[in-house]
């Protein structure tokens, strides 16, 4: 890696430098737009995009001003460690290539060419992964990934089905695993692993179809894999993405949100918890582009009805790449989320897990924290609205080849990310309170529903009309509300199944109110939902 550029310029001199050194490509090149280099729009569907010449660099930022040069020369950041203070990781043309050397910014190049990445990445060089299927020498088309989830589920119907769970935007079906052993009850423990969610991470693909594999192919000649069948109920989405996971193959390999009209949505800044805050943008041209309201997409949506229809779900791994993190939430807010000492002892285990096999570094701790704001994440609504234990992965490697990681490294990659699964799969998770709110009508009378008490317990329900951005310790029950300046409504008990109604006509009030809500018992609290009394 070759290290340019001394800070000597002040923060501002060096944009005003890029900004008149460019001036002069303005008229030749387009700017960025549409992510990747606004190329989407020039191309016909049937071209692939190439990248000859185009570097991978990791800078230092120090300042808005830089972060701002930044996204003047690229509208592709690659590692997730945005914003200042941590090394940013970026695509950048030839021709800005020149304009960053210029502008007196700090930086190494991770990748000279990304082009003769992917064009090994493509080589069939004969690479086989040894004593393993075939599937896992090379990356798979989506055809092939169908094929291949028919392939296990027909091998052991009595253990698996291919369950189509929605539709994308451009029509596609987005099909799960779903695997368990005899006997199931809907009480059994669920887990929903999912991978292509940004459709240029590739290895994401493989290594759910390597958790899946395992857990078929080994279900009969290792007991703990069987255990882990037997006792679990396992939703394994191997592409959420299907037209952005295509469209990579097709088109454009660098290509990171949904389909949606020419610009696309990025599914992982469109989830309803938190939607539209900090690390998410509302510019179509951003690769973090929220969409125009949370859920508005069908992949999401689909996702989101999942886990509703599921009840039963209690952990959640949401698998990406690059950089080698175990992450947990919040990605919306710096304040660490309830049960985080849980988080924190079953992701240390994860990261020990993982390292012991080939080791390989990893780091792990809430996405705010640990990398960077990010709002209308996956782990966020998994947890904040349904409070299933939602985590992410990002897969190897570090940067030296971050997206475009080659065969070689599928299966270590495919066994690290089964390995922490296999962590989260282990552990006996608490079931926790979920609180569900219906329609709020000014006079009217209303329900509220808490599921997953323990039986017999005094539930009691809060409201706040300030928000959630500071939390409040509740000495009498001994536990932290995460809603601002709370007022105690009012008690229920729960009944044998851990279910507290409580049942209130709301006030006849003229304007409309908005509130924040979350109920609890002692030791123990629920999901913070906000609604409005209309």
Same mark, same amino acid.
């Given at each position: 890696?070759?290290?340019?550029?001394?800070?000597?310029?002040?923060?501002?001199?060096?944009?005003?430098?890029?900004?008149?050194?460019?001036?002069?490509?303005?008229?030749?090149?387009?700017?960025?737009?549409?992510?990747?280099?606004?190329?989407? !729009?020039?191309?016909?569907?049937?071209?692939?995009?190439?990248?000859?010449?185009?570097?991978?660099?990791?800078?230092?930022?120090?300042?808005?001003?830089?972060?701002?040069?930044?996204?003047?020369?690229?509208?592709?950041?690659?590692?997730?460690?945005?914003?200042?203070?941590? #090394?940013?990781?970026?695509?950048?043309?030839?021709?800005?290539?020149?304009?960053?050397?210029?502008?007196?910014?700090?930086?190494?190049?991770?990748? $000279?060419?990304?082009?003769?990445?992917? !064009?090994?990445?493509?080589?069939? !060089?004969?690479?086989?992964? #040894? *004593?393993?299927?075939? %599937?896992?020498? +090379?990356? /798979?088309?989506?055809? $092939?990934?169908?094929?291949?989830?028919?392939?296990?589920?027909?091998?052991?119907?009595?253990? *698996?089905?291919?369950?189509?769970? @929605?539709?994308?935007?451009?029509?596609?079906?987005?099909?799960?695993?779903?695997?368990?052993?005899?006997?199931?009850?809907?009480?059994?423990?669920? =887990?929903?692993?999912?991978?292509?969610?940004? *459709?240029?991470?590739?290895?994401?693909?493989?290594?759910?179809?390597?958790?899946?594999?395992?857990?078929?192919? /080994?279900?009969?000649?290792? #007991?703990?894999?069987?255990?882990?069948?037997?006792?679990?109920?396992?939703?394994?989405?191997?592409?959420?993405?299907? +037209?952005?996971?295509?469209?990579?193959?097709?088109?454009?390999?660098?290509?990171?949100?949904?389909?949606?009209?020419?610009?696309?949505?990025?599914?992982?800044?469109?989830?309803?918890?938190?939607?539209?805050?900090?690390?998410?943008?509302?510019?179509?041209?951003?690769?973090?582009?929220?969409?125009?309201?949370?859920?508005?997409?069908?992949?999401?949506?689909?996702?989101?009805?999942?886990?509703?229809?599921?009840?039963?779900?209690?952990?959640?791994? $949401?698998?990406?790449?690059?950089?080698?993190?175990?992450?947990?939430?919040?990605?919306?807010?710096?304040?660490?989320?309830?049960?985080?000492?849980?988080?924190?002892?079953?992701?240390?285990?994860?990261?020990?897990?993982?390292?012991? =096999?080939? &080791?390989?570094?990893?780091?792990?701790?809430?996405?705010?924290?640990?990398?960077?704001?990010?709002?209308?994440?996956?782990?966020?609504?998994? %947890?904040?609205?349904?409070?299933?234990?939602?985590? *992410?992965?990002?897969?190897?490697?570090? @940067?030296?080849?971050?997206?475009?990681?080659?065969?070689?490294?599928?299966?270590?990659?495919?066994?690290?990310?089964?390995?922490?699964? %296999?962590?989260?799969?282990? /552990?006996?998770?608490?079931?926790?309170?979920?609180? !569900?709110?219906?329609?709020?009508?000014?006079?009217? #009378?209303?329900?509220?529903?808490?599921?997953?008490?323990?039986?017999?317990?005094?539930?009691?329900?809060?409201?706040?009309?300030? &928000?959630?951005?500071?939390?409040?310790?509740?000495?009498?029950?001994?536990?932290?509300?995460?809603?601002?300046?709370?007022?105690?409504?009012?008690?229920?008990?729960?009944?044998?199944?851990?279910?507290?109604? =409580?049942?209130?006509?709301?006030?006849?009030?003229?304007?409309?109110?908005?509130?924040?809500?979350?109920?609890?018992?002692?030791?123990?609290?629920?999901?913070?939902?906000?609604?409005?009394?209309?």
């Amino acid at each position: 890696m070759n290290v340019n550029g001394t800070r000597i310029l002040t923060t501002s001199s060096i944009v005003v430098a890029a900004l008149s050194a460019a001036s002069t490509l303005a008229f030749q090149q387009p700017l960025h737009t549409s992510g990747a280099d606004g190329a989407l !729009d020039a191309q016909a569907e049937s071209v692939m995009a190439r990248f000859d010449g185009h570097k991978v660099i990791r800078a230092w930022i120090e300042s808005e001003e830089e972060l701002e040069l930044v996204h003047f020369l690229s509208d592709d950041i690659w590692n997730d460690t945005y914003g200042i203070g941590g #090394p940013l990781d970026f695509r950048i043309t030839p021709e800005m290539y020149d304009i960053l050397v210029g502008s007196g910014l700090p930086f190494e190049v991770m990748i $000279d060419d990304v082009q003769v990445l992917i !064009d090994a990445e493509r080589a069939d !060089d004969g690479f086989e992964n #040894p *004593a393993e299927d075939p %599937f896992f020498n +090379d990356y /798979q088309r989506l055809s $092939d990934v169908v094929a291949y989830m028919n392939t296990l589920a027909n091998l052991r119907p009595d253990l *698996a089905e291919v369950v189509d769970i @929605g539709d994308t935007v451009r029509g596609r079906d987005i099909f799960a695993l779903r695997i368990t052993g005899p006997n199931f009850e809907p009480t059994r423990p669920g =887990l929903l692993i999912h991978g292509g969610q940004h *459709a240029r991470e590739w290895i994401t693909v493989s290594a759910n179809c390597y958790i899946a594999d395992t857990l078929i192919r /080994q279900y009969d000649t290792d #007991p703990y894999i069987k255990d882990l069948v037997d006792t679990r109920e396992w939703w394994i989405i191997p592409v959420m993405n299907p +037209d952005g996971y295509e469209y990579t193959w097709t088109n454009y390999r660098l290509w990171r949100k949904n389909r949606r009209s020419s610009y696309g949505v990025d599914l992982n800044r469109n989830w309803g918890y938190h939607w539209g805050g900090p690390g998410s943008s509302d510019s179509t041209n951003r690769e973090t582009y929220r969409g125009d309201a949370p859920f508005s997409e069908p992949e999401t949506q689909a996702m989101r009805d999942l886990c509703l229809d599921h009840p039963n779900i209690v952990g959640h791994i $949401d698998i990406h790449s690059y950089s080698q993190l175990i992450l947990y939430p919040w990605g919306w807010t710096r304040y660490l989320p309830p049960y985080n000492d849980t988080f924190d002892a079953i992701s240390s285990e994860m990261d020990q897990r993982i390292e012991a =096999l080939y &080791g390989t570094i990893w780091r792990y701790g809430p996405v705010y924290t640990t990398i960077y704001p990010a709002s209308g994440v996956s782990s966020d609504w998994t %947890f904040g609205d349904r409070r299933i234990w939602g985590f *992410a992965f990002e897969l190897r490697d570090r @940067g030296q080849y971050g997206f475009v990681l080659p065969k070689s490294q599928l299966l270590p990659a495919s066994k690290e990310a089964r390995e922490g699964v %296999f962590v989260l799969a282990e /552990q006996e998770l608490e079931p926790l309170m979920v609180l !569900d709110v219906g329609w709020l009508e000014r006079g009217q #009378p209303a329900e509220f529903k808490v599921t997953r008490a323990t039986p017999g317990s005094d539930v009691y329900f809060f409201y706040s009309i300030r &928000g959630d951005d500071e939390q409040t310790f509740w000495p009498d029950l001994n536990v932290t509300l995460d809603i601002e300046s709370p007022l105690m409504a009012a008690t229920a008990t729960a009944d044998a199944s851990g279910t507290a109604i =409580l049942n209130r006509t709301m006030p006849n009030l003229r304007a409309l109110i908005v509130i924040w809500l979350q109920a609890a018992e002692y030791g123990r609290t629920t999901n913070v939902v906000l609604t409005q009394i209309n």
